[in-house]
């Protein structure tokens, strides 16, 4: 039998957004004498568990949401102490002027997985009920159609569809409003924009994967405060992508690249590249002494204004990384992310008394700075689809002389149609790690704590089983054994025939698969919650 529970509202995500969300709504309840039921699912063990980024946070929403937050013990102490953007060829790196876009000397860097933890913290004493180690599974909808909750996934079914001793049911969730703050490419996110066509009058989503990992380096390398990005090498000019390297408290580095999703040989391979990225002498005296603690990688989205879809549905709303609100010129997208979760609390609090839909919410933040800021940088990043110099040189057009004003706005193209059969594409010859510096994908995913009950369905699923052989294995050469980067997906031999291989307990739940697949026939869905990584400190 299946448990049901009943709440005003719902939030799936316990990112920045939704706990901004949870925490705003509770803040207007208690401002107001009110009583409201506020639920939070995170899919994730505990709180922070799945959260990946650099991160370089700008305070401006947090400021917003607590403005007493420096005096509340927030894990936001160290703030930027220099700025520095790199040219890389092979050997050599050159210092450039850093672009407006990405000075960061009244910003902080943190761990975001600790931000989150922390306003967890906030959000359960304003009296939100967090349920951490609950996927949503699957949305609930009425007789008129319109989503009346979620409901989670079950525990305890094993790989051939049985329930097994210790099988515990999903439970439903009901609301009157159902928020969804899954963060990128999140699963419900994608069937509510098929069957609400929400991206009817929007272009598609773009994306890039991060990778990163945390080193504890020695007291003499360490400089607290410096933030360093760079382009170009190992890259190749039509590929688009960077690094970032930041000291941060605790004689700790965070490193990690980014690499556009819309990239174009199928013999690419991220993984590798960010860890041939290290070994360049300008990054490589940064690491050596130390020890890599820890190992992570997570999608994320960058089609920026013109891929934001419609954000309202009936029963609920989106909001950060699930509607897209990164600004990719800025790399940043957790102050947009929060602001979005904060003007959705603001409009539901006004339309539950009388539950009205939600449709002020894409006016109210269009008129905050979240909108101006993402069109102003809009065209930035499909600039750089022809290629590093005309991006770099229509960056600083836009940047200095149209300042965001151009009277134009660029498209954007689904990543999975950017592959190239591997028959027109010449295969990438990658250096062996050398266990100082660079590393293989199984040490790797080790350090990512990935765990995952491995009696469950697999949660990679194929909408046709034939396609990784009779499509991406013949056209691209299986390209999803390179994208991946955590060693789930492997081409074996069986009876003297090729077949793909699916080890799902290796997933850190990054979702490239799911976007990069050049057929989209890999479907990822949520497996038993609390699964996946368990990022500390990330």
């Not at 639920?39 to 709180?47: A, D, N, V």
């Not at 799945?50 to 370089?56: E, P």
């Not at 089609?303 to 990719?328: D, H, S, T």
């Not at 965001?404 to 027109?424: I, M, Q, Y």
């Amino acid at each position: 039998m299946t448990d049901s529970m009943e709440f005003d509202v719902i939030i799936v995500g316990g990112g920045p957004s939704g706990l901004s969300c949870a925490i705003r709504l509770q803040q207007l309840a208690r401002e107001t004498g009110r009583e409201l039921s506020v639920c939070l699912l995170e899919k994730g063990s505990e709180i922070g568990a799945h959260i990946l980024s650099g991160a370089v946070l700008e305070p401006r929403a947090l400021n917003e949401l607590f403005p007493d937050w420096q005096t509340m013990d927030a894990p936001v102490k160290l703030k930027v102490s220099e700025d520095r953007f790199l040219y890389m060829t092979e050997d050599k790196a050159r210092r450039l002027p850093t672009p407006p876009t990405m000075h960061n000397y009244e910003n902080y860097l943190i761990s975001l997985g600790n931000l989150c933890r922390w306003l967890a913290q906030q959000a359960e004493g304003l009296g939100v009920q967090i349920f951490a180690g609950f996927a949503a599974r699957e949305l609930i909808f009425d007789d008129a159609g319109k989503v009346a909750g979620v409901r989670t996934g079950e525990f305890g079914r094993g790989k051939d569809g049985q329930e097994k001793a210790e099988y515990q049911p999903p439970m439903e969730l009901r609301a009157t409003y159902t928020l969804l703050g899954e963060g990128c490419r999140g699963s419900l996110t994608r069937g509510l924009e098929e069957r609400f066509e929400l991206r009817k009058d929007s272009g598609p989503q773009t994306y890039g994967i991060g990778l990163k990992e945390l080193w504890d380096i020695p007291a003499e390398n360490h400089q607290p405060g410096l933030v360093e990005h760079s382009v170009g090498w190992p890259l190749d000019t039509a590929t688009y992508g960077g690094s970032f390297l930041y000291h941060q408290e605790n004689h700790q580095v965070a490193i990690g690249m980014v690499i556009g999703l819309d990239y174009q040989n199928p013999y690419l391979n991220p993984f590798k590249e960010f860890q041939r990225f290290k070994t360049h002498p300008a990054v490589r005296k940064h690491l050596e002494g130390g020890k890599r603690v820890s190992y992570g990688a997570r999608s994320l989205t960058e089609g920026g204004y013109q891929a934001i879809p419609q954000l309202v549905f009936p029963g609920g709303a989106l909001m950060g990384c699930a509607a897209g609100f990164m600004n990719v010129p800025k790399i940043k997208g957790t102050h947009t992310a929060m602001k979005s979760g904060m003007v959705l609390a603001e409009t539901v609090f006004d339309a539950i008394a009388e539950k009205k839909d939600l449709q002020a919410y894409p006016e109210k933040l269009k008129a905050s700075w979240v909108y101006d800021e993402l069109y102003r940088v809009r065209n930035i990043r499909p600039a750089f689809r022809k290629g590093l110099w005309a991006g770099l040189a229509y960056a600083a057009l836009d940047t200095y002389l149209l300042r965001g004003k151009a009277p134009w706005t660029f498209k954007h193209h689904a990543d999975h149609t950017a592959l190239k059969p591997a028959s027109a594409c010449q295969p990438i010859e990658y250096p062996k790690p050398d266990g100082k510096v660079s590393f293989d994908i199984l040490s790797s995913v080790f350090l990512s704590s990935t765990n995952h009950e491995e009696d469950q369905p697999v949660h990679l699923t194929l909408k046709d089983a034939s396609v990784p052989i009779a499509v991406n294995l013949k056209e691209y050469d299986a390209p999803e054994q390179r994208y991946c980067p955590a060693g789930v997906y492997e081409i074996v031999e069986e009876n003297n025939q090729p077949r793909l291989q699916i080890n799902a307990q290796n997933c850190v739940h990054c979702k490239t698969c799911d976007i990069k697949d050049p057929t989209q026939n890999i479907v990822w869905v949520p497996p038993e919650g609390g699964g996946g990584p368990n990022y500390p400190n990330m």
